[in-house]
């Protein structure tokens, strides 16, 4: 049985910093690529970040370049994302997914940034 569970999100004023967590479990965790992706208020699902199974190879949404890093840990079974320089417009509900399209993930963990 796939899981997905999410962590780390909270309120935050803008030009903070947060990391969210996601452990993973029933699948081999280091065959696959993994997902983050958020939801806004009134928005659609939107494809955030990815990662190759190595964690060699990352992309980004133009939106989060240069602020966000994912990364993860195969021996943990856990995929995160360190999010800097948060503003207004990232507040979002954030998953964590086996699929870019969010057909497989978590219930997601609310960040909120306000001033």
């Known amino acids: 049985q796939v899981q997905l569970v999410e962590s780390g999100g909270a309120s935050v004023q803008p030009g903070g910093s947060l990391k969210l967590s996601c452990d993973v479990s029933g699948f081999t965790f280091n065959h696959y690529w993994m997902y983050w992706l958020r939801q806004a208020p009134g928005s659609d699902l939107e494809w955030v970040a990815e990662i190759n199974a190595g964690g060699g190879t990352t992309s980004y949404i133009d939106a989060v370049k240069g602020r966000f890093i994912i990364s993860r840990d195969n021996a943990k079974n856990t995929v995160a994302l360190q999010m800097n320089s948060l503003k207004v417009e990232d507040t979002a509900r954030y998953y964590c997914?086996?699929?870019?399209?969010?057909?497989?993930r978590g219930p997601g963990t609310q960040v909120t940034v306000s001033g």
């Open positions: 997914a086996r699929d870019m399209h969010g057909s497989e």
